[in-house]
């Protein structure tokens, strides 16, 4: 009993603490600013059906979200290929479908039922043999290009690393012989080394062959080190004139609840709130990680570490980019970033996790 109590609590305090202060920053640009003047209502109503969408998870039990998995997948799949067609484009993605009151962006979904299928189909595989080995490599691979070539057409450049990473994350825990790591590195190096030469010698060939919009997200990303962006500016300017304790100060930051919402809190709440975020996110790390060593299940094993690659993966990149360390690719902080479709993804992460980190 003591065990179960100590268990929740190092998962959800330092959840609800992201999302009270989540909900707090919602509460102030909401009043602040007319552009943002729902956020609050929105941002509170997606944790409340993000709890209830966890528990009912739980209550169905994770088993059958398993075995319904390749069918979750394949729906996901026909979503991300009909928002190319009625989607909303949006800051040159054409990723949402935007209804009345919300819109859903499948991309984000496709992080949830990716790791779901890929969890389920590959954990059957047991044999380690050459053959075998490279039939789960070319298997892994095929189910996370499928979606990264849609997702690809939007563009969605977060996303695709993303579903990579998670991949990579399912292969690490599977095992596989070394030799692989050291051909799969080789293969990157020249697919890298391929893409430099075009991107440095040959940008016409390399548009006409990924497109002009992910050309430019790509140019972006590379040249983020001369840190000419206005976003990253006032999210810098915000972060330097900020006080240890709130106060209140207004810095225009774009994409403040979103991208930069560390920049944002910290000029709402003070550095004080940053340090408060990143103990939550230490905690987080650390009871997730204890939790997949831990455990002798390969499917939960899979799972777990999918999500926890790209959960970690998130933290790193989004508060890099708030502070200038790392290239803005559009990834929102878990728990903490205004959004409803990435809110319920991580809780719906959560309804299968918990049961087992419960009796792990």
């Known amino acids: 009993m003591k065990r179960k109590i100590f268990n929740n609590i190092y998962l959800f305090l330092p959840i609800i603490t992201l999302i009270i202060i989540s909900l ?84 984000e979904l496709m992080k949830f039922t990716l790791t779901l299928y890929l969890a389920e189909k590959l954990s059957s595989e047991k044999s380690h043999t050459f053959k075998s080995e490279l039939q789960f490599l070319l298997k892994s691979l095929f189910i996370t290009l499928v979606p990264s070539l849609f997702v690809f057409l939007e563009p969605d450049t977060g996303a695709i690393i993303i579903y990579f990473l998670i991949m990579l994350g399912i292969i690490f825990i599977y095992k596989i012989n070394k030799k692989w790591y050291i051909i799969i590195s ?80 910290i000029s709402n709440l003070g550095i004080i709130s940053f340090i408060i975020i990143l103990l939550a ?48 690719i559009g990834l929102p902080l878990p728990f903490l970033s205004y959004g409803g479709t990435n809110i319920l993804v991580y809780f719906m992460f959560l309804g299968i996790l918990y049961p087992k980190l419960q009796k792990n």
Do not use: C
């Open 281 to 328: 996110f230490l905690i987080l790390d650390i009871y997730f990680l204890y939790h997949l060593f831990s455990s002798h299940n390969l499917k939960f094993k899979m799972f777990l570490s999918g999500f926890l690659i790209m959960f970690i993966f998130a933290q790193i990149q989004n508060i890099g980019m708030n502070l200038g360390l790392f290239p803005i």
């Open 24 to 107: 707090l920053n919602m509460f102030y640009i909401s009043k602040t600013s007319s552009i943002y003047h729902n956020y609050f209502f929105k941002q509170s109503l997606w944790f409340f059906l993000g709890f209830l969408i966890m528990f009912l998870i739980i209550k169905i039990k994770p088993k059958y979200f398993f075995k319904l998995s390749k069918y979750l997948y394949f729906f996901n799949v026909l979503l991300l290929i009909l928002v190319l067609f009625f989607g909303k484009t949006v800051n040159g993605s054409k990723a949402w479908f935007d209804f009345y009151f919300f819109s859903f962006q499948p991309s």
């Open 186 to 265: 080789l293969f990157l190096i020249a697919f890298l080394s391929l893409f430099a030469y075009l991107y440095y010698f040959n940008q016409d060939l390399l548009i006409s062959i990924i497109g002009t919009s992910f050309f430019y997200r790509i140019d972006r990303i590379l040249s983020f080190v001369n840190k000419d962006s206005f976003q990253l500016d006032r999210a810098l300017i915000a972060i330097g004139t900020s006080k240890i304790l709130p106060t209140h100060h207004q810095v225009y930051i774009p994409e403040a609840p979103t991208d930069f919402i560390i920049a944002l809190t």
